[in-house]
């Protein structure tokens, strides 16, 4: 039996960098959604869109998770 040393630093490698992507977009649209309605006086959508958006973001890499492990979708 042998191991691909290779092939389990690349999968090592890209879950790292895939779960820094999921936390970075989880965490920019809790602040973003935080700081738009801690600054709802000051009159600043953008902000409120720019975190709805990364709401969409989420969502959409959680659907994709869901749709790669259950066979059932493909």
């Not at 700081?35 to 009159?43: E, F, M, N, P, T």
């Amino acid at each position: 039996m042998n191991i691909d040393w290779g092939a389990l630093a690349l999968v090592s490698v890209v879950t790292l960098i895939g779960t820094v992507v999921v936390v970075a977009a989880v965490s920019t649209a809790a602040l973003l959604l935080d700081l738009s309605r801690a600054r709802a006086h000051a009159g600043t959508p953008a902000m409120r869109v720019g975190a709805y958006a990364m709401m969409v973001v989420c969502f959409a890499m959680l659907a994709f998770g869901l749709w790669l492990i259950i066979p059932y979708f493909h």
